[in-house]
């Protein structure tokens, strides 16, 4: 298998009050709907949380709250 895939939706995000451009961006894994009924039975459950100091990114995520994201993992290559 050459990498594996995850759905998560766009639970949360706040934004740092002391540092307005720092972002916390929180997603759960994807359980709900019909259309999701295969992948929730392989994928339990899952959360990830991450930090964005760069605010394009951080926008992109906070305009899909609510809303499905996949995420695909593969190795890193070694440099």
Known sequence: MSAVQ???YV????RNS?????T???????S????NREWAAATPSGQVTMTIRNESAADW????LGK????TFTE???D
Do not use: C, N, S
Not at 11 to 14: I, M, R, S
Not at 18 to 22: A, F, H, N, Q
Not at 32 to 35: D, K, P, Q, S, V
């Open 61 to 64: 995520f906070v305009g899909l």
């Open 18 to 22: 002391w540092d307005p451009t720092v």
């Open 6 to 8: 995850a759905r998560f």
């Open 32 to 35: 709900r709907g019909e259309h």
């Open 76 to 78: 890193a290559p070694q």
């Open 68 to 71: 499905e994201i996949a995420v």
């Open 24 to 30: 916390t961006v929180k997603m759960q894994a994807v």
């Open 11 to 14: 639970a949360g995000y706040e």
